[in-house]
Protein backbone atom coordinates (compact mmCIF):
# COMPACT_ATOMS: atom_id res chain seq x y z
CA UNK A 1 0.00 0.00 0.00
CA UNK A 2 1.40 3.62 -0.81
CA UNK A 3 2.47 5.80 2.06
CA UNK A 4 3.02 9.22 1.87
CA UNK A 5 4.92 11.43 4.19
CA UNK A 6 5.51 15.45 3.97
CA UNK A 7 8.38 16.92 5.37
CA UNK A 8 9.31 20.82 5.52
CA UNK A 9 9.41 23.17 7.52
CA UNK A 10 6.69 24.50 9.81
CA UNK A 11 7.48 28.29 9.63
CA UNK A 12 7.97 30.17 6.58
CA UNK A 13 8.61 34.73 6.42
CA UNK A 14 6.32 36.28 4.82
CA UNK A 15 7.30 37.07 1.18
CA UNK A 16 9.91 34.07 1.44
CA UNK A 17 9.26 30.77 -0.30
CA UNK A 18 7.49 27.22 0.77
CA UNK A 19 9.17 24.44 -0.18
CA UNK A 20 7.54 21.13 0.83
CA UNK A 21 8.61 17.53 -0.15
CA UNK A 22 6.67 14.25 -0.04
CA UNK A 23 8.36 10.79 0.55
CA UNK A 24 6.40 8.28 -1.56
CA UNK A 25 6.76 4.72 -0.56
CA UNK A 26 5.02 1.56 -1.88
CA UNK A 27 4.60 2.99 -4.84
CA UNK A 28 6.25 4.42 -7.83
CA UNK A 29 6.09 7.82 -8.82
CA UNK A 30 5.94 7.15 -12.26
CA UNK A 31 3.26 4.20 -12.48
CA UNK A 32 0.95 5.50 -15.22
CA UNK A 33 -2.61 6.90 -14.69
CA UNK A 34 -1.79 8.36 -11.45
CA UNK A 35 -1.31 12.05 -10.63
CA UNK A 36 0.60 13.09 -7.48
CA UNK A 37 -0.74 16.39 -5.55
CA UNK A 38 -0.83 19.23 -3.08
CA UNK A 39 -3.71 20.08 -1.33
CA UNK A 40 -4.11 22.69 1.58
CA UNK A 41 -6.51 23.58 4.42
CA UNK A 42 -6.02 26.97 6.27
CA UNK A 43 -7.47 26.98 9.24
CA UNK A 44 -11.37 27.24 9.75
CA UNK A 45 -11.73 26.61 5.78
CA UNK A 46 -11.81 23.55 3.04
CA UNK A 47 -9.36 22.06 1.45
CA UNK A 48 -7.96 23.84 -1.82
CA UNK A 49 -6.19 22.29 -4.61
CA UNK A 50 -3.03 23.61 -5.13
CA UNK A 51 -1.43 21.52 -8.38
CA UNK A 52 0.21 18.32 -9.67
CA UNK A 53 2.87 16.12 -11.20
CA UNK A 54 2.11 13.42 -13.58
CA UNK A 55 3.75 10.67 -14.77
CA UNK A 56 5.18 12.25 -17.60
CA UNK A 57 6.39 14.78 -15.54
CA UNK A 58 4.16 17.55 -16.58
CA UNK A 59 2.48 19.75 -13.70
CA UNK A 60 -0.36 21.14 -13.62
CA UNK A 61 -1.79 23.83 -10.98
CA UNK A 62 -4.77 25.80 -9.43
CA UNK A 63 -5.53 29.23 -11.68
CA UNK A 64 -5.23 31.06 -8.26
CA UNK A 65 -1.52 29.86 -7.30
CA UNK A 66 -0.22 29.16 -10.76
CA UNK A 67 2.26 32.25 -10.80
CA UNK A 68 3.55 31.14 -7.47
CA UNK A 69 3.99 27.41 -7.47
CA UNK A 70 5.77 25.13 -9.00
CA UNK A 71 5.72 21.10 -8.45
CA UNK A 72 9.23 18.86 -9.56
CA UNK A 73 10.01 15.41 -8.69
CA UNK A 74 13.06 13.53 -8.24
CA UNK A 75 12.41 9.80 -9.76
CA UNK A 76 15.36 8.46 -8.03
CA UNK A 77 14.03 9.31 -4.61
CA UNK A 78 10.71 8.83 -5.68
CA UNK A 79 9.54 12.01 -3.95
CA UNK A 80 8.07 15.07 -5.33
CA UNK A 81 7.91 19.09 -4.45
CA UNK A 82 6.19 22.07 -3.60
CA UNK A 83 7.49 25.23 -3.98
CA UNK A 84 5.11 28.46 -3.47
CA UNK A 85 6.31 31.51 -3.77
CA UNK A 86 5.98 35.10 -2.28
CA UNK A 87 4.04 33.99 0.37
CA UNK A 88 1.67 35.90 2.49
CA UNK A 89 0.03 34.68 6.27
CA UNK A 90 -2.73 33.85 3.70
CA UNK A 91 -0.42 31.09 2.63
CA UNK A 92 -1.04 29.72 5.83
CA UNK A 93 -2.35 25.89 6.52
CA UNK A 94 -2.29 22.58 7.08
CA UNK A 95 -0.82 20.79 3.57
CA UNK A 96 -0.88 17.62 2.30
CA UNK A 97 0.23 15.63 -0.71
CA UNK A 98 -1.64 12.91 -2.43
CA UNK A 99 -2.26 10.44 -4.88
CA UNK A 100 -4.63 11.22 -7.20
CA UNK A 101 -6.74 8.70 -10.29
CA UNK A 102 -8.28 9.88 -12.89
CA UNK A 103 -11.48 11.24 -11.95
CA UNK A 104 -9.97 13.28 -9.23
CA UNK A 105 -10.15 10.44 -7.14
CA UNK A 106 -7.89 11.04 -3.92
CA UNK A 107 -7.49 7.87 -2.72
CA UNK A 108 -4.17 8.16 -0.72
CA UNK A 109 -3.15 11.12 1.60
CA UNK A 110 -0.22 11.74 3.61
CA UNK A 111 -0.87 12.99 7.70
CA UNK A 112 -0.10 16.44 6.65
CA UNK A 113 2.56 19.39 7.55
CA UNK A 114 1.13 22.68 9.37
CA UNK A 115 2.61 25.68 7.71
CA UNK A 116 2.32 29.05 9.48
CA UNK A 117 3.51 32.14 7.70
CA UNK A 118 4.67 34.63 10.22
CA UNK A 119 7.51 36.71 10.68
Known amino acids: QVQLQESGPGLVKPSQTLSLTCFVSGGSITTNYYYWSWIRQPPGKGLEWIGYIGTSGNAYYSPSLKSRTSISRDTSKNQFTLQLSSVTPEDTAMYYC???????????WGQGTQVTVSS
Open 98 to 108: TRMRTGWNFDS
